[in-house]
C-alpha cells in the first residue's frame, strides 16, 4: 500500500490551507464539481451519509448545507481529520479509517460520497465492494476525481499538468510544490489502468445499479453515481 502511504504523506500538512489551494490550482473549479457531486446524493434530514475521504470536511459541509442530513466523515489522516473537526465542530462525526477496510456494519448508511481516493487505494474493484457494502438497499453513491479531457483540450490539459500546475505549487510552499508535481502523471497513470468504461463496469459488479457519469469542466473532473441495488 505504498501508494496510499505515500499520498497521506503527501497531503498530511495541507489541512489549513487545503480548501484555497484546491480551488485556485483547479482554476476556481474543485468547489463547483464538489456541489454537483453532493447534488447526485438522494438523502434529506434524519438520514445520514457517510463522506469517505472526507480531508477538511468540505464535502461533508455541503451535505449538510444540501441535504440537511446527518454526515458521518472518515478519513485514514489524523492531520485532516483535526483541520475538519476545527472548522466543523461537534456538526458531524469523524472516523479515522480506510476506505478499504471500513469499520461500519452492512447497510449503515442511506448514501455515501467519496472524492479524489480510488487512485491511492491498492485495488479499486475491492474498494468500490466495500463502500458499497455499507450502504442500504436503494442508497446512492457518488464520487468526484480528476479526469482526462479529450481532444483539444488534452493537450491543454497536459500544459497545465506538465508545466503550469508545478510553477504554481513552487510559488505556494515547498509542500504544494510536491503536489503540483505528482498530480498529473497520477491522473494519467489511473486512467491508463482503468480507463473510464473499465471503472464504470467495476462499479456495476460492485453491485451498484443506474451508474451514470459526467465530464465537468472541459474533462477536468468526473462525478460518477448510482444507486445500491
Known sequence: MAEAVSAR???????????RYASLLSLGQDPRWRRFLVS???????????????????????????????VVGLDQSPDMLAEARRRLGPDIRLVEGSAERLPFDDASFQGLTFTYLLRYVDDPAATLRELARVIQRDGTIASLEFALPRGLWRALWELYVRAALPAAGRAISPEWRRVGGFLGG????????????????????????????????????????????
Open 40 to 70: 447526485r446524493i438522494d438523502a434529506g434530514p434524519g438520514e445520514t451519509v457517510l463522506d469517505v475521504a472526507t480531508g477538511t470536511g468540505a464535502v461533508a459541509r455541503e451535505l449538510m448545507r444540501q441535504k440537511g442530513c446527518t
Open 186 to 229: 497520477s491522473i494519467r497513470d489511473f486512467y491508463a489502468r482503468w480507463p473510464e468504461q473499465r471503472l464504470l463496469q467495476a462499479w456495476r459488479d460492485a453491485g451498484i445499479g443506474d451508474v451514470r457519469a459526467r465530464q465537468l469542466s472541459l474533462g477536468g473532473g468526473i462525478v460518477i453515481w448510482g444507486r445500491r441495488a
Open 9 to 19: 504523506t503527501l497531503f498530511a500538512p495541507l489541512g489549513p490551507t487545503y480548501d
